[in-house]
């Protein structure tokens, strides 16, 4: 009922920086916590970071805090991470979720099975 759309990963150098777009449609009235996940070759999905339905509370992993950060349009049914000084451990194919109102809520955000809706995934590669 909710389906999601992520763009933006590509081929980045060491230090750069990428924007990751994440568009939402269908019921995302019935939604609340958005989050990012990432997964490279081999390794278990882990959470990125994850943005309240107002904005106001934003989770990031110890990985990430500092270089990302994460937010959301409701306007225009998008999330965003804009991530900076990249590093050659960040890539993975990131993938971008929705959870359920009433789910995801607080800490239970950085929980990979309180979300519900998941993109298709976008790849992310940075070169050392």
């Known amino acids: 009922q909710v389906h999601l759309v992520e763009a933006g990963g590509g081929l980045v150098q060491a230090g750069g920086s990428l924007r990751l777009s994440c568009a939402a449609s269908?019921?995302?009235?019935?939604?609340?916590?958005m989050g990012w996940f990432r997964q490279a070759p081999g390794k278990e999905r882990e959470f990125v970071a994850a943005?309240?339905?107002?904005?106001?509370?934003?989770y990031y992993s110890d990985s990430v805090k500092g270089r990302f950060t994460i937010s959301r349009d409701n306007a225009k049914n998008t999330m965003y991470l804009q991530a900076n000084s990249l590093k050659p451990e960040d890539t993975a194919v990131y993938f971008c979720?929705?959870?359920?109102?009433?789910?995801?809520?607080?800490?239970?955000?950085?929980?990979?099975?309180?979300?519900?809706?998941w993109g298709q995934g976008t790849q992310v590669t940075v070169s050392s």
């Open positions: 979720a929705a959870a359920d109102t009433g789910r995801a809520m607080g800490f239970m955000a950085l929980r990979r099975l309180e979300y519900t809706y």
């Open positions: 269908g019921r995302t009235f019935s939604t609340n916590t």
């Open positions: 943005i309240s339905w107002s904005g106001h509370r934003t």
